[in-house]
């Protein structure tokens, strides 16, 4: 019996196990072979086969273990790699030793520097016992019994929040649009926030805010008839010298008078805007599910309270109306509503939103001269932006189209009236628009739509819509980007008078700011409520700076006075420095970083029903 192989060299090999052929004579036969006859080269274990040891090349190798290399090789290779490894060390050494100019990353710009600044007057203006890291060294914990002690209402206590101003009350009203605003520049530009820096400080701000908010009403019940308005008095009416937050000028740490708090029974307008701030920051805290979910059911509640109990919460010849008077509260239907549908996706909102009847009630057709200024009052322009979003970005189709193609071709108007090739709105000789028509207290209506004509430009570049008409004219959106940065820049600085209406920044900044707590030194003196009044008269400049506050502004030459007790001039507020912060962050940083395009939509759920799935391959 035999076996077929192959032998190393290609040919048949015969194994017989009957082959009686001895080692000799195999070995002789191996050497006749023709070796020229070879078809390849011989590799030296198959060499040393052939040619026996005395014929074997003689070659000194290194055993490495895994492998078998020449010691030629060896060597050669050794001494390259230590070679090597000298220079690179002396090469080291010497850029290390070479003095050298050093780039590092560039400077921030003046929009990131003055945001770092605009955050802190939040900080500032915290009611209640302070964090620790709270970093203003003059303030210190405040109001530490407001809406205690009075059994059976529907709040327990009241303690947090912000003031809203100079003094030391807390209008529910501007402080809940204050919320809203920085909830959403945070939505948009979180990227922004991040990169300078400001993400974790922004958001402890929000919650500061929300946090007091939810001790305003039972957030606990899906149904509720009251509401906290406001938290404080500044009635001074009639010549009134009770003790309040208006009368009195001190500290609002050595604050001993009692202080009153206004609930409401019949209040859309803070319902609904209370509503669009827990909403909105329920987005921002969307990783916290627990508190996010805590946000939304408020918004709910407070949203539900706001459509069954029609009326504004200023009616009625309440305190408020004095301060911040509520013109209507269909503006805030329309941008609550829209808030809610991103909250929590449920389409009934949008309903209600994109209403056309309520958007007539809010005067999105009829114009006016205050049409398109976006304020603490007036939200409808930035409930049309906010709408407008979703068309550009999520196309809902029928049956929102039509109200979204309105307010989107609303939204458009307004950005037209914001060009200064437009009369709309007059400007002074610095370029300051006058949103206000002259009226005192510019600032706060300009930064609003600063805000909105760079967030509108950046939704269009991420829609790749390269600008947008007025009339038969296309603009692009450099044009809106170019008119936020030079209303801003006057804030900062680029002005007639050369003068930052912002606080701390630049060299040359209001010294006399509207401020209690700024204008009275922490000197372990407590000043009582007429003992302060010294320092409110006085022309010495305040003995603690209020950094970031942005205060009034100047009137419509241009001029400005920086005295404390003219508050049209140098008072600062809440809602003024929310619009801030979101121009601010939206001009800031890298121009490619845009906007957020998705996360406003986590909770919103797909327009379309899913297609069904391929059918499964056809099989024979």
Known sequence: MSMYGRDPWGGPLEINAADSATDDDRSRNLQDFDRAALS???????QSWLLGPGEQKKKKYVDLGCIIVSRKIFVWTVGTLVVSAFLAGFITLIV?????????????????????KALMFFNAQKSGKLPKHNNV???????????????????????????????????NFPQSFAITMLSWSVIEYRQKYEDAGELTHVKEIIKWGTDYFLKTFNSTADTITNLVAQVGSGDTSGGSTAS???????????????????????????????????AAASIVFKENKAYSQKLVHGARTLFKFSREQRGRYSAGGSEAATFYNSTSYWDEFVWGGAWLYYATGN????????????????????????????????????????????????S????????????????????????????????TKGGLIQLNHGRPQPLQYVVNAAFLATLYSDYLEAADTPGWYCGPNFYSTEVLRDFAKTQIDYILGKNPRKMSYIVGFGNHY???????????????????????????????????????????????????????????????TLAGNAGLVAALVALSGDRTTGIDKNTIFSSVPPMFPTPPPPPAPWKP
């Open 347 to 394: 389409s009934s909102y949008l309903q209600l939103a994109t209403t056309p009847g309520l958007a007539r009630h809010a005067g999105a057709f009829w114009g006016g001269p205050d049409y398109g200024v976006l304020s603490w009052d007036n939200k409808l322009a930035g409930a049309q932006v906010l709408l407008s979003r979703l068309r550009l970005f999520l």
């Open 244 to 278: 309040n937050d208006h009368y009195c000028w001190m500290r609002p740490e050595d604050i001993d008078y009692k202080r009153p708090v206004f609930p409401c029974s019949s209040c859309s307008d803070l319902g609904a805007e209370m509503a669009a701030a827990l």
């Open 510 to 572: 209001p010294k006399h700011v509207h401020h209690r707590g700024a204008s009275i030194p922490k000197n372990k003196i407590k000043y009582n409520c007429k003992g302060g009044w010294k320092w409110r008269d006085t022309s010495k400049p305040n003995p603690n700076t209020l950094v970031g506050a942005m205060v009034a502004g100047p009137d419509k030459h241009d001029g400005f006075h920086d005295v404390r007790t003219n508050y049209n001039y140098t008072e600062p």
């Open 96 to 116: 290390k030793t070479v003095p050298r100019h050093r780039h590092g990353h560039p400077p921030p710009d003046n929009y990131t520097l003055a945001l770092h």
């Open 396 to 427: 809902p189709g029928y049956p929102y189209e039509e109200i979204l193609r309105t307010f989107h071709n609303q939204t458009s108007i307004v950005m037209c009236s914001y060009l200064p090739v437009f009369t709309s709105f007059n400007r």
């Open 137 to 171: 060294s003059w303030r210190g914990n405040s109001c530490l019994n407001d809406g205690k002690g009075q059994s059976g209402t529907f709040y327990k206590d009241l303690v947090g929040g912000y003031y809203d101003a100079g003094d030391a009350i807390k209008f």
């Open 40 to 46: 390849r080269p011989l590799d030296e274990t198959q």
